[in-house]
C-alpha cells in the first residue's frame, strides 16, 4: 500500500485530462506524473526512501504536488510547514522534526536561512522548482507498511509549539475511500483550492480531487476578488473555503457582477461558520449552489462529519428545522461512528452535553476531540465549546501559551493571558489581556508590534486590554472563561 495510489490511479485511467492549473498553465495527469517521476528521482539521488522526512515551507503550487507524490512514492514522509512562521518559530519545529531535506519557495528562504543558521544540526536546503524534465512515467511506488507515516502535519496544542500529528498510508486512504468519488475515467470538472497545503482542509481537499480526477484550480493566495476571477473563468463546479473566505467573498464589491452560475458544490470547514454568514450566503449565491458543511480534524485526516446540501436547502426555503440545523456539524459520515461521552468516557444520551468522541472501527477504542457539543434526536452534533483553550483564526489553530510567551517577554508586562473573541469574519480573532509592571508605561499598539515581529501575523493578537488583575482560581490558575465578562479594565485597550 501506498497514498502515492491516490494520483497513480487517475493518471492510469485518463492520463490525458486535465490535473492542475494554475497561472502558468495545465498540467494533464500525465504531464503531472512525469514530474512527480524527475522529483522522486531527484530525491532517491540524495539518499532519500523510507525512513525520511522532507519538510517544505511552499504555497500550493504544481511544484508542491509533485513535492508531495515524489514523496510518497519513495516511501518517505512529507511534512508541510506554515510559510507564515517567523524564524523563531521556525527553528523550534524544524528542531523536533529533524527532518532530512528541507525545500523551500524562495519568497520564504530569508526566514528559513535565518531559522538554518541557528540550528546544530541543520538539514540540506533546497530551493522550490518544477523539474527541467519529465523522468519515465508511470512510476512503481515503493510499498510501505500500512500505518507509515505518509503526512506529518502541525497543529497547535496544550505544550506552546505546534505539535507533528502522524497522519498513515492506511489512515488516509480509507478516508479518501470514505469521503471521494473513486476515478472511473470519466471528466469531473474543477474545483477551485485556495486553502493552504499545511493545513488538513487543503491536503484532503487535494488529495480527494486528484483521486477523484477533477482538475484542481490551485490558488497559491487566497484573495475574494482572485477567487471570484478564478471561479468565474475556469468554470469551476466546486469550490471549498473556510468561514472567513467565505465572508471576504461576500464581502467583495465584484460579487454582484461575477457569473457563479458553474459553481454546483461550495464546501466549507475548518472553522465555526456563524450563522449570519452562511444565511447570507444561501441567500446571495445562485439558487443552483448547492453547500456542504464539513467537520473534522488534524488527528482524524479529514472530514468526520457533514452537513449536507439538503440540510442548506431546507433553510434556503425557510423550513424552521433545517434554520436551526445551519448550526450544527452535520451528522457523521458512514463508516464514522460518533458519539458524545461524560467525563468517565461513556457515551450519553440525544441532548446531553459532554465530549465529542470519534472512531472508525467498532473494535478501536473511542478518540476524544477535545471538542464539547451534544446530538440531537435526528443524529446532528451541534458544538458548543472546546475542552481546551484554543483559538481557530481563519481555520488556524492557535496555542494562548506560545503567544502568551512572546508578550510575556515585553519588559512593561507583569502578567498576560490570551483568549479568542467570537469575530464574525475571522471565527475568533486573538486578544491579549495584560497586567502592566509596576509604574512602566505600555502601550497597546508598541505590544501588538512586539507580538509581531516574533509571531506569524495571524498568532499577534488584534486586542489588547489593559487589565488591574487577572480572574485566578484558588489554585492560582487563570480562568480565561472569565477574562471577559469579570476582569475589571484599567484602559479600554484598543483593536489594531
Same mark, same amino acid.
Given at each position: 500500500?501506498?497514498?502515492?495510489?491516490?494520483?497513480?490511479?487517475?493518471?492510469?485511467?485518463?492520463?490525458?485530462?486535465?490535473?492542475?492549473?494554475?497561472?502558468?498553465?495545465?498540467?494533464?495527469?500525465?504531464?503531472?506524473?512525469?514530474?512527480?517521476?524527475?522529483?522522486?528521482?531527484?530525491?532517491?539521488?540524495?539518499?532519500?526512501?523510507?525512513?525520511?522526512?522532507?519538510?517544505?515551507?511552499?504555497?500550493?503550487?504544481?511544484?508542491?504536488?509533485?513535492?508531495?507524490?515524489?514523496?510518497?512514492?519513495? /516511501?518517505? @514522509?512529507?511534512?508541510? $510547514?506554515? %510559510?507564515?512562521?517567523? =524564524? *523563531?518559530? !521556525?527553528?523550534? &519545529?524544524?528542531?523536533?522534526? +529533524?527532518?532530512?531535506?528541507?525545500?523551500?519557495?524562495?519568497?520564504?528562504?530569508?526566514?528559513?536561512?535565518?531559522?538554518?543558521?541557528?540550528?546544530?544540526?541543520?538539514?540540506?536546503?533546497?530551493?522550490?522548482?518544477?523539474?527541467?524534465?519529465?523522468?519515465?512515467?508511470?512510476?512503481?511506488?515503493?510499498?510501505?507498511?500500512?500505518?507509515?507515516?505518509?503526512?506529518?502535519?502541525?497543529?497547535?496544542?496544550?505544550?506552546?509549539?505546534?505539535?507533528?500529528?502522524?497522519?498513515?498510508?492506511?489512515?488516509?486512504?480509507?478516508?479518501?475511500?470514505?469521503?471521494?468519488?473513486?476515478?472511473?475515467?470519466?471528466?469531473?470538472?474543477?474545483?477551485?483550492?485556495?486553502?493552504?497545503?499545511?493545513?488538513?482542509?487543503?491536503?484532503?481537499?487535494?488529495?480527494?480531487?486528484?483521486?477523484? /480526477?477533477? @482538475?484542481?484550480?490551485? $490558488?497559491? %493566495?487566497?484573495?475574494? =476578488? *482572485?477567487? !471570484?476571477?478564478? &471561479?468565474?473563468?475556469?468554470? +469551476?463546479?466546486?469550490?471549498?473555503?473556510?468561514?472567513?473566505?467565505?465572508?471576504?467573498?461576500?464581502?467583495?464589491?465584484?460579487?454582484?457582477?461575477?457569473?457563479?452560475?458553474?459553481?454546483?458544490?461550495?464546501?466549507?470547514?475548518?472553522?465555526?461558520?456563524?450563522?449570519?454568514?452562511?444565511?447570507?450566503?444561501?441567500?446571495?449565491?445562485?439558487?443552483?449552489?448547492?453547500?456542504?458543511?464539513?467537520?473534522?480534524?488534524?488527528?482524524?485526516?479529514?472530514?468526520?462529519?457533514?452537513?449536507?446540501?439538503?440540510?442548506?436547502?431546507?433553510?434556503?426555503?425557510?423550513?424552521?428545522?433545517?434554520?436551526?440545523?445551519?448550526?450544527?456539524?452535520?451528522?457523521?459520515?458512514?463508516?464514522?461512528?460518533?458519539?458524545?461521552?461524560?467525563?468517565?468516557?461513556?457515551?450519553?444520551?440525544? /441532548?446531553?452535553?459532554?465530549?465529542?468522541?470519534?472512531?472508525?472501527?467498532? =473494535?478501536?477504542?473511542?478518540?476524544?476531540?477535545?471538542?464539547?457539543?451534544?446530538?440531537?434526536?435526528?443524529?446532528?452534533?451541534?458544538?458548543?465549546?472546546?475542552?481546551?483553550?484554543?483559538?481557530?483564526?481563519?481555520?488556524?489553530?492557535?496555542?494562548?501559551?506560545?503567544?502568551?510567551?512572546?508578550?510575556?517577554?515585553?519588559?512593561?508586562?507583569?502578567?498576560?493571558?490570551?483568549?479568542?473573541?467570537?469575530?464574525?469574519?475571522?471565527?475568533?480573532?486573538?486578544?491579549?489581556?495584560?497586567?502592566?509592571?509596576?509604574?512602566?508605561?505600555?502601550?497597546?499598539?508598541?505590544?501588538?508590534?512586539?507580538?509581531?515581529?516574533?509571531?506569524?501575523?495571524?498568532?499577534?493578537?488584534?486586542?489588547?486590554?489593559?487589565?488591574?488583575?487577572?480572574?485566578?482560581?484558588?489554585?492560582?490558575?487563570?480562568?480565561?472563561?472569565?477574562?471577559?465578562?469579570?476582569?475589571?479594565?484599567?484602559?479600554?485597550?484598543?483593536?489594531?
Amino acid at each position: 500500500m501506498n497514498l502515492f495510489d491516490a494520483l497513480l490511479i487517475p493518471a492510469e485511467l485518463m492520463p490525458d485530462a486535465p490535473a492542475l492549473a494554475d497561472a502558468d498553465g495545465t498540467l494533464t495527469y500525465a504531464e503531472l506524473g512525469g514530474g512527480v517521476a524527475a522529483v522522486a528521482a531527484g530525491l532517491t539521488e540524495r539518499g532519500l526512501g523510507p525512513g525520511a522526512t522532507v519538510a517544505t515551507m511552499q504555497a500550493f503550487s504544481p511544484d508542491f504536488v509533485a513535492l508531495l507524490f515524489a514523496t510518497l512514492a519513495i /516511501g518517505a @514522509r512529507i511534512a508541510p $510547514l506554515n %510559510a507564515r512562521m517567523k =524564524a *523563531d518559530e !521556525l527553528v523550534a &519545529v524544524v528542531e523536533r522534526l +529533524a527532518p532530512d531535506l528541507l525545500v523551500v519557495d524562495e519568497r520564504y528562504a530569508g526566514v528559513a536561512d535565518d531559522a538554518v543558521d541557528r540550528l546544530a544540526a541543520p538539514p540540506e536546503v533546497l530551493p522550490a522548482g518544477r523539474p527541467r524534465a519529465a523522468a519515465e512515467w508511470p512510476l512503481e511506488p515503493v510499498e510501505v507498511d500500512p500505518d507509515a507515516d505518509a503526512i506529518l502535519l502541525h497543529t497547535s496544542g496544550t505544550t506552546g509549539l505546534p505539535k507533528p500529528v502522524r497522519l498513515s498510508h492506511l489512515g488516509l486512504m480509507s478516508t479518501l475511500l470514505r469521503t471521494a468519488n473513486p476515478p472511473d475515467g470519466t471528466p469531473r470538472g474543477a474545483t477551485v483550492l485556495a486553502a493552504p497545503d499545511h493545513h488538513v482542509a487543503g491536503l484532503s481537499g487535494l488529495l480527494n480531487n486528484i483521486f477523484g /480526477g477533477r @482538475r484542481v484550480e490551485l $490558488l497559491p %493566495a487566497f484573495t475574494a =476578488a *482572485d477567487w !471570484l476571477r478564478r &471561479v468565474e473563468g475556469s468554470g +469551476a463546479e466546486h469550490a471549498f473555503v473556510v468561514p472567513t473566505m467565505l465572508h471576504r467573498i461576500l464581502d467583495d464589491p465584484g460579487f454582484a457582477e461575477t457569473d457563479l452560475g458553474s459553481l454546483r458544490v461550495l464546501a466549507y470547514g475548518a472553522a465555526p461558520m456563524p450563522a449570519r454568514v452562511i444565511k447570507e450566503a444561501l441567500e446571495r449565491f445562485p439558487a443552483t449552489t448547492g453547500f456542504v458543511g464539513s467537520y473534522g480534524q488534524t488527528e482524524t485526516g479529514g472530514t468526520v462529519c457533514v452537513l449536507g446540501v439538503e440540510d442548506h436547502e431546507a433553510a434556503r426555503r425557510g423550513d424552521p428545522e433545517g434554520l436551526a440545523r445551519l448550526a450544527s456539524i452535520g451528522r457523521p459520515l458512514e463508516g464514522t461512528e460518533l458519539a458524545i461521552v461524560d467525563e468517565a468516557g461513556q457515551p450519553v444520551g440525544p /441532548g446531553v452535553d459532554g465530549e465529542i468522541a470519534v472512531r472508525f472501527d467498532p =473494535a478501536e477504542p473511542w478518540r476524544a476531540t477535545g471538542d464539547l457539543g451534544r446530538v440531537d434526536s435526528g443524529g446532528y452534533v451541534f458544538l458548543s465549546s472546546r475542552r481546551d483553550d484554543l483559538i481557530i483564526r481563519g481555520g488556524e489553530n492557535i496555542d494562548p501559551a506560545e503567544v502568551e510567551a512572546v508578550l510575556d517577554s515585553h519588559p512593561a508586562v507583569a502578567e498576560v493571558a490570551v483568549v479568542g473573541l467570537p469575530d464574525d469574519e475571522w471565527g475568533q480573532v486573538v486578544a491579549a489581556f495584560v497586567v502592566r509592571r509596576g509604574d512602566a508605561e505600555l502601550d497597546p499598539d508598541d505590544l501588538i508590534a512586539h507580538g509581531k515581529r516574533s509571531l506569524a501575523s495571524f498568532k499577534a493578537p488584534s486586542e489588547v486590554r489593559i487589565v488591574a488583575a487577572l480572574p485566578r482560581t484558588a489554585l492560582g490558575k487563570v480562568r480565561r472563561r472569565d477574562l471577559t465578562a469579570s476582569t475589571t479594565l484599567e484602559s479600554p485597550g484598543r483593536i489594531s
